[in-house]
């Protein structure tokens, strides 16, 4: 899990830096403002605080957490913490937007997406390390 769970932020953090997923989502959003026939909404952000990345996560820590009714307890815990704390910078997004300005909101997602990006290869050669390690 580790390579692909390297290899999906990091194409994520690419879309960010060279401002591709904003023409995409800009296209997106013009396609749903377009269609007044369509009632239900989708949040883009969804898919990535429920998306493939964060399912792995916490299929891999229940799984080993099996057995042990604390650990799985703090995995709960921990699951509506991240929640909560999405809940409420999705509160603050606007007022987060208003201070920072169009300037900011970019330099700020850069910098967030070179971290990413940086978390991403440490996740793929941990994953590389760990499968020539393996199979040697």
Do not use: C, W
């Not at 800009?26 to 969804?46: G, I, K, M």
């Not at 699951?79 to 910078?89: E, K």
């Not at 201070?99 to 978390?119: P, Y």
Request: proline share 4%.
């Amino acid at each position: 899990f580790q390579i692909p769970g390297g290899v999906l932020p990091f194409i994520t953090v690419l879309e960010t830096i060279f401002q591709l997923r904003a023409k995409r989502t800009s296209t997106n959003a013009d396609d749903v403002q377009d269609d007044n026939n369509e009632p239900s909404l989708f949040p883009r952000a969804t898919r990535l605080i429920a998306g493939p990345g964060a399912i792995a996560t916490v299929i891999l820590l229940t799984n080993e957490a099996q057995g042990n009714l604390l650990q799985q307890i703090s995995v709960i815990v921990v699951m509506g913490a991240v929640v909560l704390t999405a809940f409420i910078l999705f509160m603050l997004a606007g007022v987060m937007e208003r201070a920072l300005g169009q300037t900011g909101i970019l330099v700020v997602s850069r910098v967030l997406g070179m971290l990413l990006a940086a978390l991403a290869v440490q996740f793929i050669l941990n994953g590389v390390l760990g499968f020539s390690a393996t199979f040697g």
